[in-house]
């Protein structure tokens, strides 16, 4: 069972680093893509920032120039950072992977995985 572990998170004062280090685990086939995304009550869980397996990095409208993302593609780990955080950028951040699978009993089919998410803050 594949498994998506974030630490990192917690209170971040403005002009202080965030590092957000997404860690697998478990069987992984192969990856199609790893991302962060982020969510705040009430509102829908939206994209910061998306690795693609053979395409330029994607980032969210609010995170170009300000969040930036790498992943180490042989021990699929994802990191985030930033040094650039406002307090609108308070919001639990998830780890995302997206991958293409075959075992014998269902065939090939793309599987995604969640993690459960860090708290991130960052006071006014």
């Known amino acids: 069972q594949v498994q998506l572990t974030e630490s990192g998170g917690g209170l971040v004062h403005p002009g202080e680093i965030l590092t957000l280090v997404c860690r697998t685990s478990?069987?992984?086939?192969?990856?199609?893509?790893m991302a962060w995304y982020r969510q705040t009550p009430g509102r829908q869980r939206e994209l910061v920032a998306r690795v693609n397996n053979g395409a330029p990095t994607e980032y969210g409208d609010f995170a170009k120039d300000r969040f930036f993302c790498n992943r180490d593609t042989h021990r699929n780990i994802l990191v985030l950072e930033s040094s650039d955080l406002r307090s609108d950028d308070t919001a639990v951040y998830y780890c995302?992977?997206?991958?293409?699978?075959?075992?014998?009993?269902?065939?090939?089919?793309?599987?995604?995985?969640w993690g459960k998410g860090t708290q991130v803050t960052v006071p006014s």
């Open positions: 995302f992977l997206r991958e293409r699978r075959w075992d014998s009993d269902k065939g090939g089919r793309i599987v995604e995985y």
């Open positions: 478990g069987n992984i086939h192969q990856v199609e893509n």
